[in-house]
């Protein structure tokens, strides 16, 4: 197997958690080794230390300088759509000008306008929008990214984004009940045609499954149903709750065991305790929050509560046009009140959990060999240099997958 | 003279103003020809038009394919503070944990600590640091740009700053009255100084000269004081006003006609009603409010009002630390509630016009050949595409100076 020593590390930056998951003090916990290395083999980390301390490597190790950069972990993403069909940039600019999100939504504007674009593409047009949206990812530091479908909302074109994702690089996940398509406005049997016609085969291609709990989308009894024929088809399970208006998503998730409630803008003082005491991950999207100009969510709150929190760009064409966790990581501890430390974490090992992707998030001994190379002379660039070109390369399963 | 051909673009966008600046109506007036070239002969744009109407060129002429790309006048960023040693990483990360930023100005971090690590350079290490930073900017889109001093606060690192700003492609401003440094807290004697001891040298190297006027800083009498002498010694005026506080910038700015009030974070409508009827421009730097966690200034009011709006990064370690004019733009869209229009005149045009820099900021006969090349089907992606790498490749001076 290849190895790649990487060092002269001014910095190596992990959460220092043990476990799976970070929370409370654990939250807090990054583990800086200064002037230090990082040894690949294969595609598993197989030691970090201080230079002085680096071992004899015998046989083939390719080396690479890394003076003047740090490394974190690479970035995970839990939390993006980018299986979609043209843009919506001229409802970007009309939103500048006054128009509100739900008023575009309900104008025929939103989601449905990229439906549109989205059904137009064949798959080959399709897969190479989204591995065009992954190399961005690459170059924003990511190594693990989630992928939603969503923007199809019918069987053919919902197959083929969990395809185009997974052909990318991404962990599908089935978003189907995203939204009513225009062919069918009636929820319910729109839900008949989605469990009965997509979902054997979605449930084949995708990790888990997602839906839309909002005024003007799915109610919390529509959800449940959703969710439940979902789980029993094996599909682990998230929600988009909590955007707009506080109906029901925290307490679902938390009954369905879901891997995490995500959004959560809206949330109030019941929603934060629940979800501080419970094992369902908070997934804030802050950058989706500045894009719409819509309140920040509770993330102070929802820390100092205990609760799992991870961090994800929402990269999407209308509510969220970004594929940057660093900035993510400025907005975390500039809008969120987060320190750099649990803006790390929460994008990092504890977006990996909501993944279920063992070993990613963290550099450590028999971790993936998946790490992000800063140029910077402190990790915590990677959240104080604002929208800077911070990320210098990235390792991902141990080879050199970019270098700016 | 060198001629380049940009061909096949699919958009020129560039302010549609006939007159050196552009306000009211004018401010949302973007030209935009699509499937464009231009033409570029020496330093100066000689033509623009569609592709059909390309005229034979005679003589050799280098061309750039630029299908999928989109043409935008080269960004000037019109307020930055680029000459520092150091860095605030920790100070960021304390204020991400609840510290404010004039608590920490006032517990001898803010500007004083970053006075310290300036001070601590060497000249050449000083212009290499303003050189790199420079390279940041250009790799953002600015062609042109403006640079402070202020972080020596003695004759010798002001001088030191001044001349390491030009020679690394900016034009400066002197910016003595920032701070009263720590050996001479009485600030009418460190004014004596300034104008006394580095005004006479500083005069030959800065195009401007420009003062903080707030509490805990200098006074709108001693601002007017500094002002009168730099206005004296044929310097063209700026003031940092209303950033904390609504200290008296603007009416002092009209006055002496200045050339722009930059922050207004804490304008009232009595100031936005002065500056909308004047020519003193309002420049805006919205990733300092971001970063700081400050109310965004009033822009949608200034606009409405026909004052003479400008963007800017607000470049610096302590309260910016991005050199992303795109993001400024984002931030315009969705936190000033400006059209993208207005955003781009605002970092071209106008910022152009704020900086004496004549025949910046717009592409059209006879302008400067300085052009930004957005990897993006439309020209709004400049604010639309949030944190993305949209910055293709930049020419400036007829030259392609970066590519991505």
């Not at 583990?31 to 598993?44: H, W």
């Not at 909302?153 to 398509?181: K, M």
């Not at 024929?229 to 109906?247: I, M, N, P, V, Y």
Request: charged share 20%.
């Amino acid at each position: 197997m290849a190895r790649l020593l990487l060092r002269d590390l001014a910095q190596v930056a992990t959460p220092a958690a043990d476990g799976p998951v970070a929370r409370g003090a654990e939250l807090r916990a990054v583990a800086v080794v200064e002037d230090a290395y990082v040894l690949c083999d294969g595609e598993s980390v197989r030691g970090v230390g201080r230079m002085r301390d680096l071992p004899a490597v015998d046989g083939d190790v390719e080396e690479l300088d890394c003076s003047g950069l740090c490394a974190v972990p690479g970035l995970v993403d839990c939390h993006t759509h980018p299986a979609f069909g043209g843009d919506r940039v001229v409802e970007f600019s009309l939103r500048a000008g006054g128009a509100s999100y739900e008023e575009l939504h309900a104008a025929g504007g939103g989601i449905l306008s990229t439906v549109v674009a989205t059904r137009a593409l064949s798959g080959g047009e399709l897969e190479a929008r989204v591995r065009r949206h992954a190399g961005w990812m690459l170059a924003h530091g990511m190594t693990t990214w989630e992928g939603k479908s969503g923007y199809g909302l019918d069987r053919e074109t919902e197959l083929a984004s969990l395809r185009a994702i997974r052909a990318a690089g991404g962990l599908p996940t089935w978003l189907g009940a995203h939204s009513v398509p225009p062919e069918q406005p009636d929820a319910d049997a729109y839900l008949d045609f989605l469990l009965a016609e997509v979902l054997p085969e979605a449930a084949a291609l995708a990790d888990a499954a997602d839906v839309f709990l909002e005024r003007g989308a799915f109610d919390a009894a529509r959800a449940r149903r959703y969710l439940e024929a979902c789980r029993g088809a094996g599909l682990a399970l998230r929600l988009h709750g909590d955007q707009f208006t506080e109906s029901g998503a925290i307490p679902l998730a938390l009954e369905l065991g879901a891997r995490s409630v995500d959004h959560l803008e809206a949330t109030g003082d019941a929603g934060v305790r629940a979800l501080g005491g419970s094992a369902v991950a908070a997934v804030l999207l802050p950058s989706s929050a500045l894009f719409l100009d819509r309140p920040m969510p509770p993330a102070r709150a929802l820390a100092d509560a205990g609760a799992v929190l991870a961090l994800a760009t929402d990269f999407n064409p209308g509510s969220s046009f970004t594929t940057s966790l660093p900035l993510v990581a400025s907005l975390a501890c500039t809008q969120l009140h987060l320190a750099p430390e649990e803006a790390l974490v929460a994008m990092t090992l504890n977006a990996a959990h909501v993944l279920g992707a063992t070993g990613a998030g963290r550099i450590a001994p028999g971790s993936r060999a998946d790490i992000t190379l800063l140029d910077a002379p402190d990790w915590r660039y990677l959240a104080y240099h604002l929208a800077g070109d911070v990320v210098s390369a990235v390792v991902r399963s141990g080879a050199i997958a970019f270098r700016r």
